[in-house]
């Protein structure tokens, strides 16, 4: 069974950095395109970062530039290194992959 479990998340003033963690297990990262994903409040959870099986890192623009996707396939572990953030980050990160289980997420909160 495909578990993802996120940790990570805590309290930031703008412009600080924080890296979020999504530890798997009973997946192969390397050979699964992963993601993350951010709901913030009122809104849904909506898609931020992808990482194709060939590691290459898409972001949507409102964090392109600052957040960075990446793995460790040694440990099968999803990362997000978020910098310089903003009040705006603030919200609930998710990582996922096709056809699994969403996990309990970990929240970051930006002040200004």
């Known amino acids: 069974q495909v578990r993802l479990v996120e940790s990570g998340g805590g309290l930031a003033q703008a412009g600080e950095s924080l890296r979020l963690s999504c530890t798997t297990s009973?997946?192969?990262?390397?050979?699964?395109?992963m993601y993350w994903y951010r709901r913030t409040p009122g809104r849904e959870r909506a898609l931020i970062a992808t990482?194709?099986?060939?590691?290459?890192?898409y972001y949507v623009d409102s964090v392109k530039g600052r957040f960075t996707i990446s793995r460790d396939d040694t440990t099968n572990t999803l990362y997000l290194q978020m910098n310089n953030l903003k009040p705006e980050d603030t919200g609930m990160y998710y990582c996922?992959?096709?056809?699994?289980?969403w996990g309990q997420g970990t929240q970051v909160t930006v002040s200004s």
């Open positions: 996922w992959t096709d056809g699994v289980a």
């Open positions: 009973g997946i192969i990262l390397s050979i699964n395109p």
């Open positions: 990482l194709t099986t060939t590691n290459k890192g």
